[in-house]
Structure formats: structure tokens, C-alpha cells
């Protein structure tokens, strides 16, 4: 127990560096993690495809959040969350009970692989990066197949998860922390699932994104999705981000070994 508590308060006492724009949803689900944590963070605003040769050796797949601290640097949102629960327990993200824990690191994986598929990939993507990014024309058939035969079927299986009033697990858990970040994208994306159809699950999601750990990093990424990403870094240290000394960026983008075609 004493060892827990000095590694926490160790935690709490520095600063963690977030190498990831707020604008991707898994970057904005550590961010919340540290916001729900109280461990202060300094951002690098990274877009993972202007990412530099060092980047490159610090991101294997470069990809973005990356993690850093006085121990560790760590790649994967979900491997950081765990850590940051590990290092800092309190208050606790993961639930307690073993099998409610397992559930919720089910949910974390739906939302980091299938969600992040529909919501990321194929509809955040096709409306926002391709014409940003690489300059290729929205494929507007490929984004209306998305949203009305994919985003259909995670929304209804969302539908059955989430309860009528408060977090799925009683208090806020890992389960909102990777969920729900994808919203805020759809609706960047300009993409607003019907309340009508699935009445918990848009209720729920406005609940979690009212939460100051969310609504903050909201706040913060939504000037940038329509921002040139050259300016994302002076943007954000003009709306008060605290920012890392050093960047990762490069003005020219290129695909990383898994970027989505
Ligand atoms: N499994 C990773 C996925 C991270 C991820 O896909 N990040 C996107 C940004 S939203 C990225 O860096 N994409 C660049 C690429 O795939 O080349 C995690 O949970 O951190």
C-alpha cells in the first residue's frame, strides 16, 4: 500500500508529455484518463502522418498518443491507460470485480478496434484527412455506405450496453474513456447518430462529453479539425494548451507502415 502511494504521488508530482494531436479520438481517451487522474500534461499536437524520422524511432508504427514520463515511454492508448492506472490508482478508472473488469476492457477493445474502424477510419477519415491531408476528394459513397450500414450496427449494440441514467459500471470507467471520444469525430465529420433510434446511447454519450475531462480536450481540438495542421501547435498554445518544448513535426505527411488506405 505505501509503495502504491509513493508511486502515485510521484506521478501526480511531474508532468506526462502526450505526443498526439486532441483531434484523434485515442489521443483525447489518454487525455482524459490523465484530466480524471489529476496528472498535469503537456501536449505535442502531433498529427501522426507529419511526423518526423524521430518519430519514426519513437512510434515503431507511427502512430499517435505516445506516452512519456520520467520512466517510461509507451506507445497504444490502451497500454497507456493501464499504466497510468497501474502508477496511479486513484481515483480507479477499471472496475474492481474481476469479471466487470474483463467486460470493461472488452468494451475498450470494441471501441479501440471496431469503433475506430466506422467512426476513425471510415467515416472521420473519408470526411476530414483524405481531403486535409493527402488532398483526395471525399468519397462520399464509401462515407453514406459507413453511416448508414455500419454506424447502424455499433450504435445498436452501444444501445445495449449503456444504462438509462449514469456510466455503465456505476462510476466513469475505461469503458466511457474509449467510447465515447469518438463522437466528438462523427460529429466533426458532420455526422449526428439519430436520438430517436437509439435514445440511451446519445443521452449517455452527451452525459459522458459533459464531464470536464472530456469537454475540455473537446474544446481545445474542435478549432483544429478545420485549422491548417502547420498552425495546430501555435493554436493550441494560444488557447492555453500547455505545450512540449520540443515537436515531432514535419511539414511534409507521409503514410505510416499501418495507415488505412
Ligand atoms: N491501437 C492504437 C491506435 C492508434 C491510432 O490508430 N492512431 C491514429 C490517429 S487517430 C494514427 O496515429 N494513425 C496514423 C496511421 O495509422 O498511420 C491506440 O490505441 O493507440
Known amino acids: 500500500m505505501r509503495h502504491t502511494n509513493s508511486t502515485s504521488s510521484a506521478l501526480y508530482l511531474m508532468t506526462a508529455a502526450i505526443i498526439g494531436s486532441p483531434i484523434s479520438p485515442y489521443a483525447r481517451k489518454v487525455l482524459a484518463m490523465c484530466a480524471l487522474k489529476g496528472i498535469e500534461v503537456e501536449i505535442d499536437p502531433l498529427v501522426a502522418f507529419y511526423g518526423d524520422d524521430r518519430f519514426t524511432k519513437l512510434s515503431p508504427v507511427r502512430r499517435i498518443p505516445v506516452y512519456r514520463d520520467a520512466r517510461v515511454t509507451l506507445c497504444d492508448s490502451s497500454v497507456i491507460c493501464q499504466y497510468l492506472e497501474d502508477a496511479c490508482p486513484t481515483p480507479r478508472l477499471y472496475p474492481e470485480e474481476v469479471a466487470l473488469r474483463a467486460q470493461a476492457r472488452w468494451l475498450e477493445e470494441y471501441a479501440d478496434t471496431r469503433i475506430g474502424d466506422v467512426f476513425a477510419w471510415r467515416i472521420f ?64 465529420a458532420r455526422v449526428e447518430p439519430d436520438a430517436n433510434r437509439w435514445p440511451k446511447t446519445v443521452a449517455w454519450v452527451a452525459r459522458v462529453r459533459a464531464e470536464p475531462a472530456f469537454a475540455h480536450y ?44
Open 125 to 188: 477519415q473519408a470526411a476530414v484527412i483524405d481531403p486535409g491531408v493527402w488532398g483526395r476528394p471525399r468519397d462520399k459513397a464509401a462515407l453514406e455506405a459507413a453511416v448508414t450500414t455500419e454506424l447502424p450496427q455499433i450504435m445498436d449494440y452501444l444501445e445495449e450496453q449503456v444504462p438509462a441514467h449514469g456510466y455503465i459500471f456505476g462510476d466513469i470507467s475505461i469503458a466511457e474513456i474509449s467510447i465515447v471520444p469518438y463522437f466528438a469525430n462523427l460529429n466533426w
Open 218 to 261: 473537446e474544446k481545445l481540438a474542435a478549432p483544429l479539425v478545420r485549422t491548417p495542421i502547420a498552425d495546430h501547435r501555435r493554436v493550441l498554445g494560444e488557447l492555453g494548451m500547455k505545450l512540449t518544448a520540443d515537436t515531432y513535426f514535419t511539414a511534409t505527411p507521409r503514410r505510416g507502415p499501418m495507415t488505412v488506405k
